[in-house]
Nanobody, 121 residues
Framework: VQLQASGGGLVETGDSLRLSCAASGRTFSSVSIGWFRQAPGKEREFVGYITWSGNTYYADSVKDRFTISRNNAKKTVYVQMNSLKPEDTAVYYC????????????????WGQGTLVTVSS
């Protein structure tokens, strides 16, 4: 599986943005996909993930603002980001969950190129 994140951009506080993670490969519908983000000078952190069956789990920092969904026919996972804050500014990445804790970067493989989200105050 190869992943490519897109949809980032410059928005203002309170705005919404939807990121996409497009996948190639025949096994997409059977994998769980995670979203992470990395702000300048900080470690990559867990945002949320979606299982192959559509169950989701989010970091506390984005819960109730971000929603992850998937369209297996389009081999794409989305994250709808609402009520954006300056602290959401980061490069956002998607990756395939391989094994282990869903919040740990080490549990993921096939990282896509990130997409930059900048939220101005």
């Amino acid at each position: 599986v190869q992943l490519q994140a897109s949809g980032g951009g410059l928005v203002e506080t309170g705005d919404s943005l939807r990121l996409s993670c497009a996948a190639s490969g025949r096994t997409f519908s059977s994998v769980s996909i995670g979203w992470f983000r990395q702000a300048p000078g900080k470690e990559r952190e867990f945002v949320g993930y979606i299982t192959w069956s559509g169950n989701t789990y989010y970091a506390d920092s984005v819960k109730d603002r971000f929603t992850i969904s998937r369209n297996n026919a389009k081999k794409t996972v989305y994250v709808q980001m609402n009520s954006l804050k300056p602290e959401d500014t980061a490069v956002y990445y998607c990756a395939v969950l391989s094994a282990g804790a869903v919040t740990a970067t080490s549990s993921y493989t096939y990282w896509g190129q990130g997409t930059l989200v900048t939220v101005s105050s």
